[in-house]
């Protein structure tokens, strides 16, 4: 017996000892730590688009990362100068992601990544849109489906805007104005649904920095749950409605969730903008809200931005 024992060092017998403690906390109490432990994975898509997506995917990649809740990994199509057959290698595994969030507003994906993104959300994918990506896919229905709103004409689609009573008005397809906006200012956000996860504990009314308000947004706008307004104001071009700028639809088993903020870097670094999209991005991945409202945040009349990372 002593012999046995002699083989072993003081070190490799208390590790062994160790080792046989963590399996058995593992298998009686750790899934459920382990879990809440784990990171969230996003993919976010970029590679096209009218505005400045090599300057606002790192911004969306930094303030995800700086939450603590995600990993993040960045797919990114070809351009639209290269031949078809670049395609053949954009085969991003939606399935291996909690979240996929789209700054991309570009050509047609190939039918295969339509298709796989269809079936991602169906199976309780999370899908989160961020300002001109909802310009994208005029033709692929299902896409018009899960955003419920996009950058389209006013013939496209109906209209969905909230009164000043606070209830939803839709205007029908080739009525009022098609999609737009006036000239960028800063503006005030109103959170119409104060208690849902994404939402509550923000300021009802909060001034979000320098942006384009979109306006007139048009499409199937089935199954809209609009969380925050803007009012789009005469004065700077807008339609003198309160248009929504935060929604989600329910797509199957997957949320789609969509904010309409978020033009240039400068937008993307307003700490409400951050915190939508941190909150809506968990939301719909997980269907929970673990990432907390900033103790700064903008007030009714003041923004707050966060300096752009180094
Ligand atoms: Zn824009």
Redesign the pocket.
């Known amino acids: 017996m002593s012999s046995l024992l002699s083989r072993f060092t003081k070190d490799s017998w208390l590790s062994g000892v160790l080792l046989g403690v963590c399996a058995v906390s593992l298998s009686l109490c750790g899934n459920n730590s382990v879990q809440a432990a784990d990171p969230v994975r996003v993919l976010i898509v970029d590679g096209q688009n009218n505005?400045n997506w090599k300057a606002t995917t790192p911004i969306l990649k930094d303030f995800l990362v700086k939450s603590g809740r995600f990993t993040v990994d960045v797919a990114t199509t070809p351009d639209n100068k290269q031949p078809a057959s670049a395609w053949d290698g954009f085969r991003p595994k939606f399935s291996d992601y909690a979240a996929v969030l789209s700054n991309y507003n570009g050509q047609a994906w190939p039918e295969p990544v339509q298709r796989d993104l269809e079936a991602y959300v169906s199976n309780g994918g999370g899908l989160v849109i961020v300002?001109?990506a909802n310009n994208a896919f005029p033709e692929w229905t299902e896409f018009n489906k899960m955003i419920g709103l996009g950058w389209r004409d006013a013939k496209f689609g109906d209209r969905l805007t909230i009164d000043d009573k606070g209830q939803a008005v839709r205007t029908p397809k080739g009525e009022g104005p098609g999609a737009g906006h006036g000239s960028q200012h800063e503006f005030a956000v109103i959170v119409r649904e104060r208690e849902h996860p994404v939402m509550k504990g923000i300021p009802v009314e909060w001034m979000h920095a320098k942006d384009?308000l979109y306006h007139g947004q048009r499409g199937p706008a089935a199954g809209m749950n609009v969380l925050a307004t803007a009012h789009a104001a005469k004065q700077t071009g807008g339609t003198d409605a309160h248009e929504p700028m935060v929604w989600w639809i329910r797509y199957g088993k997957g949320v789609v969730f969509t904010t309409l903020m978020g033009?240039a870097d400068y937008s993307m670094q307003c700490v409400g903008f951050q915190t939508i999209v941190n909150r809506g991005t968990e939301w719909a991945a997980t269907s929970k809200v673990t990432i907390p409202v900033p103790a700064q945040f903008p007030t009714a009349s003041v923004t707050l931005s966060v300096p752009a990372a180094q």
């Open positions: 505005h300002h001109a384009e033009h």
